[in-house]
């Protein structure tokens, strides 16, 4: 089987960081997130098909000289075409069935029992679902007898939600579900395509374990955490010359002296913690710096932004450069 990782969207919630990267290869607990996204796939998987957009040619370079377990092949579009566009434009010569992953879920899920439970219901598709509190931002199931969807909301008002059963981002599709996708403009799967495929079948898989949609800057820490609390985190540790407790992850050379880190940090390379500093629950890209006896806790500094001396960055997202 293939399988087709939606990649193109501008994560305009991760913004300043996502002018300059893609939100995709922000870097959660030591590797961009794309990575443990794909980390889920199973090992026989063929192929990897990339469905990019935004940035296309940024993780073009970026997949080229980072291989993964699978060959991969990028499919950019030209304009945005929304996750339904994005899956037609890229979806020629993809498997019958075929995996479809939003590139942003960070979870536990076991895709061999969805590939198997998909192969014994049959239907046109199956859909990981996961159960919120909140279902009110996400595409949401109503399940009848054996799972099956009899209906599928996309970000219902709070009284209109079916059930607390979200669309975990995780699915198996037959192919001839792209020829529902009218080609040449933006489509949404969800809103446009799903509604219309239920019935033909579309069953529902329900995932235990943990999920996050790492699309703003809270859920890609909260993301973070479950990923270090799962041992996916890596690699590295509390760099030499540094004292706390870690868990650290730490992506190439550092210049970390006498510093203190509490739990779950991302460090890039080339990223300096001076004497002093503390930092916690958050992700420092390549070339960020943290000065003498600033603090950095719950906040995401992108490339070669700056916590300046004895300031404290709390809850912040500095893009590329940016001081605080
Ligand atoms: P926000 O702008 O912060 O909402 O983030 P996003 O652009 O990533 O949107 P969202 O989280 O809703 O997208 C879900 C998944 O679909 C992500 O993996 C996106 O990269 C992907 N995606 C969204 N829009 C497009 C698109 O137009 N084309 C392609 N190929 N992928 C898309």
Do not use: C
Request: proline share 8%.
């Amino acid at each position: 089987m293939k399988a087709l990782a939606l990649i193109g969207g501008f994560g305009t919630r991760l913004r300043p960081v996502t002018y300059s990267v893609p939100k995709q290869l922000i870097p959660i607990a030591g590797k961009p997130m794309l990575y443990h996204v794909l980390d889920l796939l199973p090992a026989d998987v063929e192929e990897v098909v990339l469905a990019t957009g935004y940035k296309a040619e940024v993780i073009d370079a970026y997949v080229r000289a980072h291989p993964l377990r699978w060959p991969v092949r990028t499919v950019p579009e030209a304009e945005p075409l929304g996750t339904g566009g994005g899956m037609k434009n890229a979806g020629g010569g993809i498997s019958d069935p075929f995996f479809l992953l939003n590139s942003d879920v960070i979870a536990s899920a076991d895709l061999n029992a969805l590939r198997a439970a998909h192969l014994a219901r049959g239907g046109v598709g199956t859909m990981a679902l996961f159960e919120v509190e909140n279902p009110q931002p996400y595409g949401v199931a109503a399940l009848g007898p054996e799972d099956r969807i009899t209906a599928f909301v996309e970000k219902p008002e709070p009284k209109d939600a079916p059930s607390r059963w979200i669309n975990a981002g995780v699915a198996i599709w037959q192919r001839d579900v792209l020829d529902a996708v009218p080609a040449g403009r933006q489509v949404s799967f969800e809103r446009e395509i799903v509604p219309g495929l239920l019935p033909r079948g579309v069953y529902g898989f329900r995932l235990g374990g943990y999920w996050e949609d790492a699309g703003t800057p809270e859920r890609l820490l909260h993301a973070q955490r479950l990923l270090f609390d799962d041992h996916r985190g890596g690699p590295g540790g509390v760099p030499n010359g540094a004292k706390g407790p870690g868990p650290v992850a730490t992506m190439g050379e550092v210049d970390v002296r006498d510093a203190t880190f509490g739990k779950y940090v991302t460090l890039g390379a080339h990223v300096t913690v001076e004497p002093g500093a503390q930092v916690e629950n958050s992700i420092l890209m390549d070339g960020a710096s943290v000065e003498r006896n600033a603090t950095v806790v719950d906040s995401l500094l992108g490339p070669n932004a700056r916590a300046r001396s004895g300031h404290r960055v709390a809850g912040q997202v500095l893009g590329e450069g940016a001081e605080a």
